[in-house]
C-alpha cells in the first residue's frame, strides 16, 4: 500500500516521452526510483516501530505535544538520533536475540532480517541518510 503510489509515478512518468525527459531520462528515472523504493523498504520497519510505541503510550495517558521542526539544519547528530531511536535499536536486538536463542525456530531469524536489521540499525540509518553526500 505504501509503494503503489511510488510505482504508479514511475509507470507514469517513465510512459510519457516528455516527462521522462524533463526528468532526466528514463535510466535515471529507475535508478531513483529504486533508491526510493529502498530506502522506503529500509525505514518502514523503524517507523512502524514508533507508531506502536506512540499508540501503546497513548493507551497508558501519554500527552501529545508539537514541536517546531527544525528545517535549517543540515545532519542529524548521533545524540539525537539514539535519544529518539534507542527503542527501535532495542527492540531489534531482543527481538532477534529471541529468535536466536529461544524460539522453537530459530532459522526463521533469516526471515525477519528485513525487518529486524534496520531496526538494529535506527540510529545509523538516521544519521547516515542526512549527510549531504548521500541526498543528492
Request: aromatic share 10%; with cysteine.
Amino acid at each position: 500500500m505504501n509503494l503503489m503510489p511510488k510505482l504508479t509515478g514511475l509507470g507514469q512518468v517513465l510512459h510519457d516521452p516528455v516527462q521522462s525527459k524533463a526528468w532526466g531520462g528514463r535510466a535515471r528515472i529507475v535508478l531513483g526510483g529504486l533508491a526510493e523504493i529502498t530506502f522506503s523498504i529500509l525505514i518502514a520497519p523503524i517507523v512502524a516501530f514508533g507508531l506502536s510505541l506512540f499508540l501503546i503510550g497513548m493507551l497508558f495517558g501519554r500527552r501529545v505535544g508539537w514541536n517546531a521542526q527544525q528545517c535549517c539544519r543540515v545532519v542529524l547528530r548521533w545524540s539525537e538520533a539514539a535519544q529518539v531511536l534507542w527503542p527501535q535499536t532495542l527492540g531489534g536486538l531482543l527481538l532477534g536475540l529471541w529468535l536466536w536463542l529461544w524460539s522453537a525456530a530459530p532459522w526463521a531469524l533469516a526471515f525477519c532480517t528485513a525487518i529486524l536489521l534496520p531496526l538494529v540499525f535506527a540510529i545509523p540509518i538516521a544519521v547516515l541518510t542526512t549527510l549531504p553526500t548521500v541526498n543528492v
